[in-house]
Structure formats: structure tokens, C-alpha cells
């Protein structure tokens, strides 16, 4: 596909269940970012891959996220026993190797999660 | 620490009106300012400044940026209902990496 696709689209879970959302990021595309949306609210950052390596991991809240980009292109994000608090809308991006000038990131849809 | 702040939180208009979104930030290590357009999930790429005084424009819609008072505006001419959607200012932080600081947004609404 042309664009950044997320799967699934809508997830709904039980408090302390685990979840994976997928990113599939444009081809050729080197950075990719993990973003997550409160209701009222702009994206938060929460990781950044350059390749296969998580290079800035700094924005996610606790150690029940993880992120994995095992062969450089696909990336998941996992939320160990999830709370209400984490439902949001999950946003990826990616973009080509970031540097000067600015490479545009481009958005996925989001996976909406709603954890009751 | 690093913020962006976005006024008004929400706007109506009706179409033909002149808007004007607001976008103030404190962020250390300032590269630019983005503009995104957000109407479901996925925002889309509006604007970057990273030069004072010098307006972008496209189409019905322009932005400038202050860096000495540090502050962007938005403006968008003519309003048009399909310009209803959520507006994010971010800005471009933390070195090499290229993360964004997002302000909440503005949401206008545009009506016939």
C-alpha cells in the first residue's frame, strides 16, 4: 500500500488482558514512531525505531508497553496487563531517516483500544 | 519543561468566515513547527516553519512563526465546511530523532 496501515482499526479488551497493535510503516521508510492520542488531546510520543533498534524509547509510561521492530520494516506495539487508563487511539508514523531537512512523517490511521 | 499550547480549544463558523488558530510553545532545543490537519485518526501534514516572519501558504490556508515571542498562527480565508477538523501545532524536539510535542489541537467547526 501507498500508506502507513495499523491493524486492527478498533480493539476492545478486558482490564489486564495483554494486547499487540500492529504497524505496517511505507515501504523504504527507516524511522518509525509509536504516538498514542487521549481523548481531547494531541499525540504523545512514546518510542522511536531507526531501523530494527528502539533508538528513543523515552515517552512510554511504564514497563508494561513494549515495542518490537524485529526486521526493520513492521513494528508492534505491546501492552501488558492493560488498564483503563491506556485506552486511546495508538497512532504510527513513519518517515525516511530523520536528519536535515526534516522528512515529513507520515500517519496511519491509529488503532482505536478501549479497554473496559 | 517542554509544551505546546493551542487557542481557542474549539471554534464555530459559518462558511466564508476568516479563522484564526493560535499556537504558543516552550520547547528547548527548537528545530520547527508543524501544522497537521486532523479529520478522523490520521493527521495530515499542513505546514513547516522554521523561519521567523516568512508566511507558508497553501491554497485558502498560511501560517507564520515568531521565534522571539514563540508563537505560530494559522489563518485560513474563505471557510469552507470541509475545513472542520481538528488542527495540531507540534513542534520538532530531542535531537536527531525528530519526535514531535503536540499541542491539543483546535476543533472547528465550519458551518454551511
Known sequence: GAGVSQTPSNKVTEKGKYVELRCDPISGHTALYWYRQSLGQGPEFLIYFQGTGAADDSGLPNDRFFAVRPEGSVSTLKIQRTERGDSAVYLCASSKNPGRPYNEQFFGPGTRLTVL | E??????????????????????????????????YKQEKKAPTFLFMLTSSGIEKKSGRLSSILDKKELFSILNITATQTGDSAVYLCAVIYGGATNKLIFGTGTLLAVQP
Open chain 2, 2 to 35: 517542554d509544551k505546546v499550547v493551542q487557542s481557542p480549544l474549539s471554534l464555530v463558523v459559518h462558511e466564508g468566515d476568516t479563522v484564526t488558530l493560535n499556537c504558543s510553545y516552550e520547547v528547548t532545543n527548537f528545530r520547527s513547527l508543524l501544522w
